[in-house]
Nanobody, 124 residues
Framework: QLQLVESGGGLVQAEDSLRLSCAASGRAFGNYIMAWFRQAPGKEREFVAAISRPGTGTAYPDSVKGRFTISRENAKNTVYLQMNSLKPEDTARYYC?????????????????WGQGTQVSVSS
């Protein structure tokens, strides 16, 4: 089992930055693909970013590419999401996810472990 705990959310203004963290405990963190998803009220859970096991590969949708950066520190069992130039449409609950896939995948159905989420609210 892998337990995930997110932190770092909050209320910010447009163009501000936030860094989310996800601390993992349990089995070997380095064996997992790590990802961030988000979900706004009334909407489906949306892929935000993912990072390969060693941290050498990343993926982003066009909506956040160039503004968000995912990174990981396997020695600290932690994955981060640096969010810059935030927009009101980034407002959502952000979830950390993990799975023992070989390759990065984009559907929430492909991830077996989830945190409780952290709220990010961006005002205009």
């Amino acid at each position: 089992q892998l337990q995930l705990v997110e932190s770092g959310g909050g209320l910010v203004q447009a163009e501000d930055s936030l860094r989310l963290s996800c601390a993992a405990s349990g089995r070997a963190f380095g064996n997992y693909i790590m990802a961030w998803f988000r979900q706004a009220p009334g909407k489906e859970r949306e892929f935000v970013a993912a990072i390969s096991r060693p941290g050498t590969g990343t993926a982003y949708p066009d909506s956040v590419k160039g503004r968000f950066t995912i990174s990981r520190e396997n020695a600290k069992n932690t994955v981060y999401l640096q969010m810059n130039s935030l927009k009101p449409e980034d407002t959502a609950r952000y979830y950390c996810a993990a799975d023992e896939n070989t390759f990065i995948r984009y559907s929430p159905n492909d991830y077996g472990y989830w945190g409780q989420g952290t709220q990010v609210s961006v005002s205009s």
